[in-house]
C-alpha cells in the first residue's frame, strides 16, 4: 500500500518548526549532513544548492545518494515532491 501525505504535513515535518513546548529545530546544522548531500535543507526562496531530493534536513542531487543516507539504498522510492522526498519500502 503506498503512503500519501499533505504538502502542508510535508513541509512542517521538513521545516523544524518550534512545536507549543518551545523545542528549536532539528534541522542539521552545515557539517552534520553527510558528505553525498549538498549541504542542510533551507526554505526553498533561501536554497542556492541544488536539493532534488530531501531527507532528514539534507538535501541530495542525486536520489541514491539520500536513499543510501536514509538507510535503504536499494529498496525506495523518491515521493513526487519539491523536493523529492525518500520513502523506504
Known sequence: MSKFYSVASIVFALAGCATAGGTESTT?????CPATSTGPLTPMDERTIPCAVAHDGCCFAESTAACAFAGCPNDCDILRTDPGQVECR
Open 28 to 32: 542539521p546544522e552545515q557539517g552534520e
